[in-house]
């Protein structure tokens, strides 16, 4: 079994405007304020002793009676929720969760986050992202990113990483078989002493990231992600 299927197993996401999202191990940075925050929006909308758990992943036909691009998100031991595009500005995809727990991705990679027990603030990298030349390098590929967060203060971190397609996976999203390459990237940063792996399962020719498992900071469990309606 992959990781990725052994990651969709373990935790579970809930419910939007319909439904959506992994986080911390930790108390402090476990489900935190982004599990606070659902629950605080699902118990505003509905009557929990008359209402069922939302189930663990989002069925298909809820999601395709949605027309908009949309991605599912694990957060700890929640269900999956449903995170809608709601902005689109360059190569950032802005997803959210309600007004108060939102995503933004660039090429599948997250680059910022509000709503969890810790956010990173912002990513950039130069050049093709490490994980999109990696799909098709027969060698692994060295690169360096850097990203925000708020330890002791707004600080800018200097990930150091490598990245190398390990195998073509079948992953199944919404019930649908998709063929993808595997990528594993690791990434160390010593200001931290953090050293981290993130998995990406890509499309060859497109390089669009249908899924990932992806940190954000040595205090918050990694978020899975799955890409369930594209945006253009």
């Known amino acids: 079994m992959t990781r990725f299927s052994n990651c969709i197993g373990l935790a579970a996401l809930g419910l939007t405007l319909t439904l959506a999202g992994c986080s911390s191990a930790n108390e402090e940075g ?36 949605l027309p908009y691009a949309s991605i599912g998100v694990k957060i700890d031991d929640n269900p999956q929720f449903l995170f809608l595009l709601a902005n689109q500005v360059d190569k950032n995809e802005l997803y959210t969760l309600g007004y108060q727990v939102s995503i933004v991705l660039r090429g599948g990679r997250m680059v910022r986050t509000k709503g969890l027990s810790q956010d990173i603030l912002g990513a950039r990298w130069e050049g093709e992202d490490i994980i999109k030349t990696a799909v098709n390098s027969p060698t692994p590929v060295q690169g360096v990113h850097w990203f925000e967060l708020n330890v002791r203060g707004i600080r800018t971190l200097e990930a150091r990483c490598v990245a190398q397609a390990v195998g073509d996976e079948t992953i199944t999203i919404l019930e649908t078989p998709i063929a993808t390459r595997h990528v594993q990237e690791t990434c160390e940063v010593d200001e931290l002493q953090w050293r981290f792996v993130n998995d990406f399962w890509i499309e060859p020719g497109t390089l669009r990231v249908w899924a990932s498992v992806q940190y954000v900071s040595p205090k918050v469990n990694p978020l899975v992600l799955e890409t369930f309606r594209p945006a253009n």
């Open 30 to 65: 476990s489900v935190g304020q982004a599990g606070m925050m659902v629950y605080g929006i699902v118990e505003r909308l509905i009557d929990p002793e008359t209402v069922q758990r939302p189930p663990d992943k989002i069925e298909r036909k809820m999601a395709a009676e």
